[in-house]
Each structure stands twice: as C-alpha cells, then as structure tokens.
C-alpha cells in the first residue's frame, strides 16, 4: 500500500504542527511513500523552537519534548541539500507572492518532483504557500 502512496514534501508549518499536536508517528507513513524537505526546514523547526524558549513561551519540559520530537521526525525525512538551482528557480517568479524561504521550499519540491518524475504532494499547513504550490501544479495535504 505504502508503495501507491505519493512521495510527500514536507514545509516546515506542517512538520511543525505535526509535533506540537504530538502526531508525527502516525503521520508520514500513511500520507506519503517517503517524505522529503529541504535542509531549510531542519534550521527553521529548530530555529522556531530556540527563539520560543528564549521568548520564556515554553517550559523547559516542553522544549525539551520538541527537540526530542523533531530529532525524532528527522530521522524519517530525507532532506535536500541547498543547491545552486534550487536557488536559481527560488528566485524566478511564480504564480502568487510568496516569501524567499518559501520560495526555497517551493523550488526544491519543483525541482525534486522533475528529478523523480513522479507525482509529489505538498504537505503544508501555511495558506499563502498552499495556494502558490496548489497554482504551480501540486496537490496540497495538510490544511
């Protein structure tokens, strides 16, 4: 079954409302055959987490829980290098506003899904990005 499901590329709103409603083991493995991001999203998950606990937003119990939790979804999403084309095709237009990292996710899904040459579904829970990818051709999971 898992083998008919589409490869999934995760943004990193998803994968973090994934952790904080603590859903990240049923998650993956019964939305996408395998579940890809950008390196971007291992930086902005952990980047997201830090600033919370330096704002005092979260207990010390309660950062440590997502650290733990975000190590742990890491393991199961391949991330894709940076690269020089990806930020090429992040910086052309597209068919709605979005921002430069979103851009960067938006470009190594488009780019991944050529090099793969098999459908992918965006999983993301940010509006803007959605609509953006819905309009270049993605199917959308997550909002």
């Given at each position: 079954m898992r083998d ?111 090099s793969i040459k098999?459908?992918l579904v965006f ?21």
């Amino acid at each position: 079954m898992r083998d008919k499901l589409p490869v999934g590329y995760l943004d990193t709103s998803a994968l973090l409302a994934f952790v904080s409603e603590n859903k990240q083991k049923i998650r993956f493995s019964k939305i996408a055959s395998d579940v890809i991001s950008s390196q971007l999203c291992y930086a902005e998950a952990f980047r997201w987490v830090d600033n919370a606990r330096i704002k005092n937003a979260f207990s010390d119990k309660v950062v440590g829980s997502y650290y733990s939790e975000l190590k742990a979804c890491f393991e199961s999403i391949s991330l894709i290098d940076i690269s020089r084309e990806i930020i090429q095709r992040a910086s052309e237009s597209f068919p709605l506003n979005i921002k430069t990292l979103d851009a960067i996710h938006l470009a190594t899904a488009i780019l991944y899904q050529k090099s793969i040459k098999k459908d992918l579904v965006f999983i993301t829970h940010d509006c803007t990005l959605a609509e953006c990818a819905r309009a270049v051709g993605f199917k959308i999971l997550g909002l």
